[in-house]
């Protein structure tokens, strides 16, 4: 399911030539992950500094 979003946000910044918002995309997908191992990780005590 998380592939098809990604398929689908790839489509669409195909067809509107919108390559500025990939940069911005990248960052929100960077951010998820820090958040999604800072929740349940050993490594959230080297995380958390970070955000």
Do not use: C, H, N, T
Request: charged content about 10%; hydrophobic content about 75%.
């Amino acid at each position: 399911m998380a592939f098809e979003l990604l398929k689908d946000v790839a489509a669409f910044l195909w067809e509107r030539k919108a390559w500025w918002l990939l940069p911005l995309f990248i960052l929100l997908i960077i951010v998820g992950a820090l958040v999604l191992l800072a929740q349940s990780s050993v490594i959230s005590a080297f995380i958390y500094p970070l955000l």
